[in-house]
């Protein structure tokens, strides 16, 4: 045991933090061996097999060529539950499960029917339902590689939800009559200049299409999720977006002018405003 934690260790300390390095030894020895960190504790002087040793060997490979360690293992965990990625979908960021924690909070006991567009791995809808046990929920998202994960792990959360493919900036999405209690979104808002000071090993593994967006016009996706969202909403139900920090203050502006109302911008557990609530009341 202890051969391969100093292997780990040997290998990644020039790419990685200490807490960075203990993080992936910890799920490397989950994925590899099935021993959790006090199992590890108490086996240190146990032997590893040789297949299990070129196992860790070849993360290790990936791992120097900067391959997220979520991707390389096949799954990651998000609100407490564990989700299947691959390089379809982005991995799920702490962030976002404070937008989850938000709305499960607005509406504990409650039985909402939910609408996530640009599901990608399905982890919003799926940790909302997994919250919200009286809750419905739908996704939407334009890639049809993403679908199928996110169907699979709806699948592995044992939770149900409608999946259907969409195209927000075509305006292709279904053409039902279905009002929702909860719109919420978290769709691509790093902008194509931001993109030169983000990490390789998202830049170069992570999907584009779920990531970036034009400087030109970057709220593009706001602009038409609040326009469905005007005609999808139920009177007093809520819109919630994740948000670049950079853009707080003019999403507010924009959900404003669309006629929403109490529109709240909240912050994350960094300080940066990252969230943004906003609410159809009936006039």
């Avoid at 927000?168 to 979104?185: A, G």
Wanted: charged content about 25%; hydrophobic content about 40%; overall charge negative.
């Amino acid at each position: 045991m202890q051969v391969a934690k100093n292997l780990i260790s040997h290998s990644l300390s020039p790419l990685y933090s200490k807490e960075e390095i203990e993080s992936i030894t910890k799920l490397i020895f989950e994925k590899v061996l099935g021993l959790t960190r006090l199992q590890v504790y108490l086996n240190q002087h146990e032997i590893i097999s040789a297949a299990n040793l070129a196992q860790i060997k070849e993360i290790l490979n990936r791992l120097s060529h900067f391959e997220p360690i979520q991707y390389i293992l096949g799954e990651t965990e998000f609100y407490g539950l564990k989700f299947i990625v691959n390089q379809a979908v982005l991995i799920p960021r702490p962030e976002t499960e404070e937008l989850v924690e938000w709305i499960v909070n607005d509406f504990k006991n409650l039985s909402p029917k939910i609408l996530d567009i640009g599901t990608g791995s399905g982890c919003i809808p799926i940790s909302l339902l997994k919250n919200l046990p009286e809750a419905l929920a739908e996704a939407w998202d334009i890639s049809s590689e993403a679908l199928d994960v996110a169907k699979l792990n709806a699948s592995l959360n044992q939770v149900d939800i409608g999946f259907c493919y969409a195209d927000v900036l075509n305006s292709v999405f279904p053409e039902n009559q279905k009002l929702y209690d909860i719109i919420v979104s978290n769709p691509p808002y790093v902008t194509q200049s931001e993109q030169s000071q983000m990490l390789k090993n998202v830049t170069d593994y992570e999907p584009d299409m779920a990531l970036f967006i034009r400087d030109s016009d970057p709220l593009v996706f706001y602009r038409l999720i609040a326009d469905i969202a005007c005609s999808r909403l139920k009177t007093d139900g809520n819109l919630y977006f994740e948000i670049n920090e950079r853009f707080g203050n003019e999403v507010v502006e924009l959900l404003k002018s669309k006629g929403f109302s109490n529109v709240v911008l909240k912050k994350d557990i960094n300080g940066k405003d990252r969230m943004v609530k906003a609410g159809l009341k009936s006039s």
